[in-house]
């Protein structure tokens, strides 16, 4: 029994001219309760992505990494001088804590570094061989002279005829189905 592939859709393309008409398109988006909202252009457009309101949790995601690599950096060397290798030199205290100071900076800049990446790619979806974005034929001229704004359909505003006439609204030059 063969089944056929129906395409999901994965949310409505605008095709922009200008920088100047895609940063309107993205105030009105946004203005009319669309979230879930995706721009690209050719280079970065520092206040489209502050109408988008982007916010990242990758800060987080360091600070909890950093946190952890200071406690593991210090316990380790508490442990190490006091249960698994005791030793004392000049007299010093099994405790000693200025000698963990390096080891201790140095996990925490190790695991902030680390949990930033993984961090990064895991939010990002990466590595995602295949963005849905690139079914559209149009979006080739994405990193030459056009500008988009994608609506994805997991907006809990989207409803694929009103959020499309919508889109028109904002006179686009081509709105288009992305397709998973």
């Not at 393309?13 to 398109?25: G, H, K, N, W």
């Not at 600070?63 to 508490?78: I, N, P, R, T």
């Amino acid at each position: 029994m063969k089944l056929d592939h129906v395409p999901r859709l994965y949310g409505l393309l605008a095709e922009f001219d200008s920088p100047r008409q895609i940063l309107a398109a993205a105030h009105q988006v946004h203005n009319a309760g669309y979230r879930k909202v995706e721009a690209y252009s050719p280079y970065p457009i520092e206040e489209l992505w502050e109408v988008l309101e982007h916010k990242s949790k990758v800060p987080w995601i360091v600070l909890g990494g950093g946190v952890s690599g200071a406690v593991l950096g210090f316990s380790l060397c508490y442990w190490v001088s006091t249960m698994a290798y005791p030793l004392n030199v000049g007299g010093r205290p099994w405790n000693s804590w200025p000698a963990f100071i390096p080891v201790t900076f140095e996990c925490t800049i190790l695991l902030s570094a680390l949990s930033a990446v993984m961090g990064m790619l895991a939010l990002n979806g990466l590595p995602l061989p295949h963005h849905p974005v690139f079914n559209v034929d149009r979006f080739a001229f994405a990193s030459r002279d056009r500008y988009y704004l994608l609506i994805e359909a997991t907006d809990p505003k989207f409803d694929k005829m009103s959020t499309r006439a919508f889109l028109q609204g904002l006179h686009p030059v081509e709105v288009s189905d992305v397709e998973h």
